[in-house]
């Protein structure tokens, strides 16, 4: 076997020397899905015919040394998660591939329109469900989807976060369908993660293959923590100067505790827990060295129901006693403010369209992915006759769990969510199982595709701005859908281009 | 800053520091043991008495072999002052101040980490580390020291760095000399041979401090030894150069002038500098130099607990009651 790899070795090393490459993409196949970098052909997309030379240039002994090189970095650079439940002091990097993921910029100009538009009117709604309510008065949303939503939060009835902002930081999931369009998938408004994972993969890439970028006209991105700080900035209570902004987290433990850090530290901010902070003479202070000294402004990693333990979850740890009364009398400032979490309620969801004409009377110009509600009684018989062609959600889960992919479902698991439908059609959405789009991925000495997603990130202070850029995520399970970084997914640097 | 963030800062330094000693009482002991003639008793059992875990290492070895003396100290997790678990902890408090230091300063506690965990790999197949992996393991704390140097700003979170760094080395020091005079002074009739020489040289080498001590003194002998090792104010791991660099930085974070103080752990260590700025080291001896060390260990861990008291664990303050009135949910 040692001879064996012996000789290949050298093999491989007269043909480069010769020039003669083994190359990457030779015997890719589409699939018939959408590939992000190939038209249905075969043939490289317009936007992505430069990166396929380059990539080509390369040969595969190359490409595979620049991916272990990536690997390597992350380890060195400590760029790891947790692993639950496996033996102490496990740690795994989250798995990236070198080979970007083009976005083009005429695409990217109607994402971005879309997502403003979107946010735009998603902070209205919340805004309006805490205070007068008039969607629900004038009956385009059901009242009772409203109260019976276990992210709405009473206490955050008449709430006027400054500026009227609810939802400051936005990490919208987008795919894209074998039609060639893209699909919001989820919004989530409450503390989407993963953004640090988006610079980061670009740093490595330039660490590790910086040749790639050269004409490629690539977007940057590394002004993220410069928008985020000056949005926090600005949110600040009135009349304070020079406001201290913390980011709050729930701890190291967390598996986004690398993002936490990351983000304080890239902003010069504190990084702080529930327990160095403390309420005092109706100010939240924090816990120094010099003794305690006033937070103006929170960005919270830490969930709505654990913040505050007067206020929501009485068990809570990783809050702070009293914080919630602070923020009511206008003397700290959240982001994202509480409650935001019910337009994340995916029944809510499949309204968005009619949320965003109501109150900017303009069509949608993302669409929502179709979705069926199954406390409507025809549209639930529809779904339970239908489940083994639906995606059936929870409406209150994430991370790829309580999810049944009707398609690739056994008998047993489509009765158990018959009966759970059944016994909570609120509870319940349905929609059609998407042919996610691909991207090439390095296996072993070749490429093969792969299902992907989008998750590009929004801030909202005084006015919108969209990160060019996002998390692309993609399942690296063969033939997988899931692509969360719990079920096996992985990530690859987005490019954005600017022309 | 934050209490918790310097906590973190001074337990990283202190464990690097620690973690740096242990390999350094290795290395000594086996370079040591090279020179010792035929059937003359290899000392291993002093290096478990200068961390003062005798009784955990007897409630899991036989017998203090080389072997297992090194493995105790090296890898062993059940021991909080093996390099393995130093590491470790100050890899989880420089995880815990990461968005603080310097990207260089992590990368570095990183590696460091990740080659002593790969260490630790190996050596549950049978790899025994030797000098080489002892060196790394020093070259890779000074490696730390001096990225922490180099890049971080010398502002108030760099000084509680330093004050851990200084407070374990004092400590260290002290304890090796203390060992170590406790097992080579009853050898009188050793005295004049080669090997007292060369033991009392070990001594030396163990803290780095040959070559300093041979220009300052020249002949080895045993108290000039304890007036070098504690009293000298110029070399780094003296005691005396410890204290007062550690009061320098203690006193840079409280903006307190030297020589007052406005917290315990100024008082403690103030008493203790100007202590060993006037005794001589005659006074020592004649007290009884075990006597002496004890003391001074038990002093900086009072020093310990004041600095923890003065800025890391500041007391919770109670909800006032009328800011509880008004949750709604």
Same mark, same amino acid.
Request: negative net charge.
């Given at each position: ?214 004409? +490629? ?47 304080? &530290? ?49 068990? +809570? ?39 965003? &004409? ?127 970084? +719990? ?10 281009? +600017?022309? | ?24 009482? #290795? ?17 291993? !059992? $002093? ?27 090296? %890898? ?8 393995? !678990? ?47 992996? %002892? ?38 020091? !002290? ?15 050793? #005295? ?42 110029? %070399? ?12 320098? !930085? ?13 917290? $315990? ?46 800025? %890391? ?7 006032? $009651? ?8």
């Amino acid at each position: 076997m040692g001879e064996y790899n012996r000789v290949l070795d050298e093999g491989v090393r007269e043909q480069v020397a010769r020039g003669a490459f083994f190359m990457p993409f030779d015997g890719y196949d589409t699939g018939g899905f959408y590939d992000e970098m190939f038209e249905a052909d075969g043939s490289p997309r317009a936007s992505a015919r430069l990166l396929f030379e380059r990539i080509s240039s390369v040969g595969d002994t190359e490409l595979r040394r620049y991916q272990q090189a990536a690997e390597q970095a992350l380890f060195r650079m400590g760029i790891t998660f947790n692993v639950y439940g496996d033996e102490a002091g496990t740690e795994k990097i989250f798995p990236f591939d070198i080979i970007p993921r083009i976005v083009p910029a005429e695409e990217w100009t109607q994402i971005d329109r879309g997502l403003r538009q979107r946010v735009h009117a998603l902070n209205l709604f919340i805004d309006d469900i805490y205070h007068d309510q008039k969607i629900l008065n004038d009956g385009v949303i059901p009242r009772y989807l409203i109260f019976s939503a276990k992210s709405f939060r009473k206490a955050c009835l008449g709430l006027k976060p400054p500026r009227g902002t609810w939802c400051h930081i936005t990490g919208t999931d987008l795919v894209r369908h074998n039609d060639g369009k893209y699909y919001i998938l989820e919004d989530n408004l409450r503390c989407p993660s993963g953004v640090s994972y988006v610079l980061e993969n670009r740093e490595i890439m330039k660490r590790t293959f910086p040749q790639i970028f050269d004409r +490629s006209n690539v977007r940057p991105v590394g002004d993220y923590p410069s928008h985020l700080l000056r949005m926090l900035q600005k949110i600040a209570p009135a009349g304070i100067a020079d406001p201290t902004v913390a980011v709050l987290t729930p701890g190291i433990h967390n598996s986004a505790y690398f993002e936490h850090s990351f983000l304080a &530290k890239f902003m010069g901010v504190e990084l702080v827990e529930g327990r160095d902070l403390v309420v005092m003479n109706g100010y939240v202070m924090m816990r120094t060295t010099k003794g305690f000294q006033r937070v103006d402004v929170i960005y919270r990693r830490v969930d709505d129901d654990f913040l505050d333990p007067l206020t929501f979850r009485a068990d +809570s740890m990783l809050g702070v006693p009293g914080l919630m009364d602070v923020y009511r009398h206008g003397r700290v400032a959240l982001a994202n403010a509480p409650g935001t979490g019910i337009a994340d309620d995916k029944v809510i969801y499949a309204y968005v369209p009619e949320i965003i &004409k109501y109150y900017l009377g303009d069509d949608a110009i993302l669409p929502n992915v179709p979705t069926h509600v199954c406390w409507d009684d025809a549209e639930r018989l529809h779904v339970i006759e239908n489940l083994d062609k639906f995606v059936v959600k929870a409406a209150n889960e994430s991370g790829g769990y309580g999810m049944l992919v009707g398609p690739q479902s056994t008998a047993e698991q489509r009765d158990n969510f018959k009966a759970a439908i059944t016994a909570h059609p609120r509870n319940y959405i349905a929609q059609p199982t998407l042919a996610l789009s691909r991207v090439p991925v390095i296996v072993d000495d070749h490429l093969e595709g792969r299902h992907v997603d989008l998750r590009p990130y929004i801030l909202y202070g005084e006015e919108i701005f969209v990160l060019p850029g996002g998390l692309t995520r993609v399942a690296l399970k063969k033939d997988s859908l899931v692509v969360n970084s +719990s079920q096996g997914g992985g990530s690859k640097d987005t490019w954005v281009l +600017s022309c | 800053m934050l209490s918790r963030l310097a906590d973190s800062l001074y337990w990283m330094s202190r464990y690097v520091e620690r973690a740096e000693n242990v390999a350094r009482f #290795i290395d000594v002991n086996t370079w040591l043991s090279l020179d010792l003639p035929a059937g003359y008793q290899e000392q291993w !059992s $002093p290096l478990i008495s200068t961390t003062g875990d005798d009784a955990l290492f007897a409630k899991h070895y036989p017998d203090a072999s080389k072997r297992n003396v090194i493995r105790f100290l090296t %890898f062993d997790t059940r021991n909080p002052n093996s390099i393995f !678990s130093a590491i470790t902890a100050a890899r989880e408090n420089a995880r815990l101040a990461r968005q603080y230091i310097t990207l260089e300063t992590w990368e570095q506690i990183n590696r460091f980490y990740l080659a002593i965990q790969n260490g630790a790999r190996l050596a549950s197949r049978g790899f025994e580390p030797g000098q080489d992996f %002892f060196s790394d393991v020093m070259n890779a704390s000074h490696l730390f020291l001096g990225t922490l140097y180099a890049t971080m700003s010398h502002n108030e979170g760099w000084h509680f760095c330093r004050l851990g760094r200084l407070i374990e080395r004092a400590d260290k020091t !002290s304890r090796i000399l203390d060992t170590k005079y406790y097992l080579l002074l009853p050898s009188i009739d050793s #005295i004049g041979t080669p090997y007292d020489d060369i033991m009392w040289a070990a001594v030396l080498r163990s803290t780095s401090a040959l070559e300093m001590y041979r220009k300052r003194f020249q002949q080895i002998s045993p108290d000039r030894i304890v007036e070098f090792l504690v009293l000298d104010r110029e %070399f780094p791991r003296a005691i005396h150069y410890c204290v007062v660099s550690a009061e320098g !930085s203690l006193h840079a974070i409280s903006g307190a002038p030297i020589r007052t103080f406005s917290n $315990p752990a100024e008082q403690h260590l103030g008493r203790l500098c100007a202590e060993l700025n006037y005794i001589q080291v005659g006074e020592i001896i004649n007290r009884g130099l075990h006597e002496f060390l004890d003391d001074i260990q038990v002093r900086l861990n009072m020093v310990g607990d004041a600095i923890e008291n003065a800025f %890391f664990a500041l007391q919770p303050v109670p909800v006032l $009651p009328q800011y509880q009135a008004g949750s709604d949910a």
